[in-house]
């Protein structure tokens, strides 16, 4: 498998359940990222992995539970989830940006459209 | 707060026609990124504009950067259907690992 894969890629579940979404990347990255992108809305930064700890977090609802066991996984874990939750989930990986400089180029994962009934 | 302003939202095009997709954001910012989404498929990379008056060329497509008008051009020359997709651009934010999002420009491009 080559670049950042994600599973599943279609995920129906009801709001008592506990799913998780799984990103792997195949790049040789040390950055991972989470993003929700919702329909006409710009996409939304979750969490952020760089070197397996997490340095971004916005604001995001604890239904939501990240986990970066190693820098090629990447995990998303969901419970309770409220149906406005629904949308296309993005993985993304990069290099770390060096010091004082930009984020390397994302490279995106297809994404898990997730729908909570 | 910064924010990504892509104009227009929505454009439907003949092929064959020139056309210019803007983004403009709120605040200083030096580095600019260009990405492509077809539909149900996950964004792809095509620019990354790092400097004032960067200009970038790929087929078709060229964009642009002017970090004191705060704006960024994405132009298509003489398009066709296969360039027919949401293309976004985003901004680096101080935190160096964060990128505000424009909300993407729909593009059809008709035969």
């Known amino acids: 498998e080559t670049g950042v894969t994600q599973t599943p890629r279609h995920l129906v579940m009801g709001m008592t359940n506990k799913k998780s979404l799984k990103c792997e990347q195949h790049?040789?990255?040390?950055?991972m990222y989470w993003y929700k992108q919702s329909a006409k809305k710009p996409l939304e930064l979750m969490f952020v992995?760089?070197?397996?700890?997490?340095?971004e977090n916005n604001s995001v609802p604890s239904r939501f539970s990240p986990e970066c066991p190693n820098s090629s996984h990447l995990f998303l874990h969901l419970h309770t989830l409220q149906p406005e939750d629904s949308a296309l989930y993005l993985c993304?990986?990069?290099?770390?940006?060096?010091?004082?400089?930009?984020?390397?180029?994302?490279?995106f994962g297809p994404g898990t459209r997730l729908t909570v009934l | 707060e910064l924010k990504v302003e892509q104009n227009p939202l929505f454009l439907s095009m003949q092929e064959g026609k020139n056309y210019t997709i803007y983004c403009n954001y709120s605040t200083t910012s030096d580095r600019l990124y260009w990405y492509r989404q077809d539909p149900g498929k996950s964004l792809e990379s095509l620019f990354v504009l790092l400097s004032n008056g960067a200009v970038k060329q790929e087929g078709r497509l060229m964009a642009s950067l002017d970090t004191k008008a705060r704006l960024s051009t994405l132009h298509i020359t003489a398009a066709v259907h296969d360039l027919s997709a949401t293309y976004f651009c985003a901004v680096d934010m101080d935190s160096n690992y964060q990128l505000i999002w424009g909300a993407g420009t729909k593009l059809i491009i008709k035969p």
């Open positions: 993304a990986s990069s290099h770390p940006p060096p010091l004082a400089g930009a984020p390397d180029t994302q490279y």
């Open positions: 790049l040789g990255h040390n950055a």
């Open positions: 992995y760089s070197l397996e700890e997490r340095v």
